[in-house]
C-alpha cells in the first residue's frame, strides 16, 4: 500500500517560513521524482517544485529564490521550505512522487497566508 503523507502546514503571516513534510511509504522511494504542487480555490493545480532522484530541482518563477525543495532518501521524505511566504502563496499543497507511469499524491495540507 502507498501512502504519502504530508504535515507541516498552517497559518502564517506574509514574511513568514515554514517547512513541509512529506512521508513516503510503499514505494523505492529513491527511485521516485518527488514534487509539490499547490492549488488555490477556483485556480488550476500549478507545479512548486520538483526534484529527480539524481537531485536536480526546478521550481516554479513565481517561488524562485524563496522555496526550496529538498529529499531525504532514507528517511523517504521530500520537504518545502517556503520562505518570505506572501498571501499569493495560500493554498492546498500536495506531495506527488512520480516513477514511469506510476504517480501517487498525497491528500495535502492547507498553507494559508493572512493578508
Known amino acids: 500500500q502507498v501512502q504519502l503523507v504530508e504535515s507541516g502546514g498552517g497559518l502564517e503571516q506574509p514574511g513568514g517560513s515554514l517547512r513541509l513534510s512529506c512521508a513516503a511509504s510503499?514505494?523505492?522511494?529513491?527511485?521516485?521524482?518527488m514534487s509539490w504542487y499547490r492549488q488555490a480555490p477556483g485556480k488550476q493545480r500549478e507545479l512548486v517544485a520538483a526534484?529527480?532522484?539524481?537531485?536536480?530541482?526546478v521550481y516554479a518563477d513565481s517561488v524562485k529564490g524563496r522555496f526550496t525543495i529538498s529529499r531525504d532518501n532514507a528517511k523517504k521524505t521530500v520537504y518545502l521550505q517556503t520562505n518570505s511566504l506572501k498571501p499569493e502563496d495560500t493554498a492546498v499543497y500536495y506531495c506527488?512522487?512520480?516513477?514511469?507511469?506510476?504517480?501517487?499524491w498525497g491528500q495535502g495540507t492547507q498553507v494559508t497566508v493572512s493578508s
Open positions: 506527488k512522487a512520480t516513477y514511469g507511469l506510476r504517480i501517487y
Open positions: 510503499g514505494i523505492t522511494f529513491s527511485m521516485y521524482a
Open positions: 526534484i529527480t532522484p539524481g537531485g536536480s530541482t
